[in-house]
């Protein structure tokens, strides 16, 4: 009894679980494994014979659609992802593997083997189609990163000087060409070294005048770049000859005037130095600047570093002082250039050059307003403002 009672359940366990294979099969779906597995570990249980029919027929169902899934893959990526679904861990197959050892001694070389076959199956189908696709994308990439070294370069805009640094060029090439050295130093600076050096002692009306831009704990931007001067006559013993050039800044803001401005001073000590020298210096870098036919006047004027103070005319560049209704000097005929001058012998002093045994003659001048007159640009601020279509034109 109650052996016809088992052999009744184990026929219709296995029916049911053949019946469900073959649903799977025509829907293509995958036969859960795992059912089969608690069967077949009951029916060995209970001593019964187990039916692996249906599991040799699915393990060989597993690699035929494995085989047809990796002939379809696109990508390595996709492949790897298959592989893990067909050969990994928590595959169907590794679930076939495993129930094998739980099966009765005569029925495991059958299952065994046909898991075998299906792995080795699989195997097979991914290394094929793994070096198919290899070759593929390897051959894609090279394709899509293939350089055409024959096709022409992409232009690289070209950019082209400041008006000002054009102006700034000239004056340097000049000097360098005369034998004299580029100084340059901080924008911010001590007051010492901006003011009280120069002969502005604190408390000084001339010190009110320059617009100066204080900072916190006796720091200046400075105001003119006369400290770059003191600076090097602190660090070396005379003969100087130095011209420097940067940035200044003054608070003032209108069409000729921008907070910050552009400077060129020079500075010449040695022995025997005189005013003779001064003018025949600048009027040389007036020529080689506004052009050849140009001449040159000094006027009196005052500096609080310089004595005696001059300031420097070039003749008209447009029209030498001919047309009464000239544009650029505004039929003055002369055109402000620069300030100039004999160095104090306080100035000298305080860097600790002996003004008995060397003399020496220094200058200013603004290269942006040398570059308005020049070019005939009437708004300084266009300089400053970053628009290409006016810095192009240069
Ligand atoms: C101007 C013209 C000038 C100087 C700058 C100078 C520098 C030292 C000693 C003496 Cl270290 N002088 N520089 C001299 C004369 C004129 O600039 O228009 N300045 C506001």
């Not at 792995?119 to 055409?148: I, K, P, Y």
């Not at 340097?172 to 004299?180: E, I, Q």
């Not at 005037?257 to 500075?267: A, K, N, R, S, V």
Request: aromatic share 8%; net charge negative; with cysteine.
């Amino acid at each position: 009894m109650a052996r016809l009672a088992r052999e009744a359940a184990r026929l219709a366990n296995t029916s049911k679980f053949a019946e469900q294979v073959r649903q799977a099969a025509e829907a293509g779906r995958h036969v859960d494994v795992s059912k089969f597995a608690e069967q077949a570990r009951q029916a060995a249980e209970a001593g019964r014979h187990v039916d692996q029919t249906q599991v040799v027929a699915e393990a060989s169902r597993l690699a035929e659609q494995a085989q047809t899934a990796v002939k379809a893959a696109n990508s390595l990526a996709e492949l790897e992802r298959l592989r893990v679904e067909y050969l990994g861990r928590s595959s169907q197959l590794t679930e076939l593997r495993r129930l094998v050892r739980e099966l009765p001694v005569e029925a495991r070389p059958q299952v065994g083997g046909a898991a075998n076959k299906a792995a080795q199956n699989m195997e097979g189908a991914f290394e094929t189609r793994w070096a198919e696709l290899t070759v593929a994308e390897r051959e894609e990439r090279l394709r899509s990163e293939a350089v055409d070294v024959t096709l022409p370069g992409v232009p690289y805009p070209k950019g082209s000087l400041h008006p000002s640094m054009r102006v700034v060029d000239e004056v340097v090439d000049f000097f360098v060409g005369l034998g004299y050295r580029v100084a340059e130093g901080p924008e911010v600076e001590t007051d010492y070294l901006n003011f009280t050096a120069l002969n502005i002692p604190p408390g000084h009306p001339a010190r009110t005048m320059q617009d100066t831009f204080f900072l916190d704990e006796g720091l200046v931007l400075r105001t003119q770049t006369s400290p770059i001067q003191i600076r090097t006559m602190l660090s070396q013993e005379p003969p100087v000859y130095i011209v420097s050039p940067g940035k200044t800044y003054r608070r003032d803001s209108d069409p000729t005037h921008t907070p910050m401005f552009h400077q060129i001073e020079g500075l010449a000590v040695d022995r025997g130095i005189t005013l003779a020298h001064l003018k025949g210096t600048l009027a040389a870098m007036a020529r080689h600047v506004f052009g050849e036919d140009v001449k040159v006047r000094l006027r009196p004027s005052y500096f609080q570093f310089t004595e005696p103070s001059v300031e420097l005319d070039v003749s008209c560049f447009v029209c030498g002082g001919a047309d009464p209704k000239c544009k650029v000097c505004k039929g003055a005929g002369w055109l402000e250039m620069l300030g100039a001058g004999m160095v104090d012998p306080t100035v000298l002093s305080e860097v600790g050059y002996d003004p008995e045994e060397f003399t020496g003659f220094a200058f200013g001048m603004g290269p942006d307003r040398m570059a308005m007159v020049k070019y005939g640009i009437s708004d300084l601020r266009l300089f400053f403002e970053g628009d290409l279509r006016f810095l192009r034109q240069f």
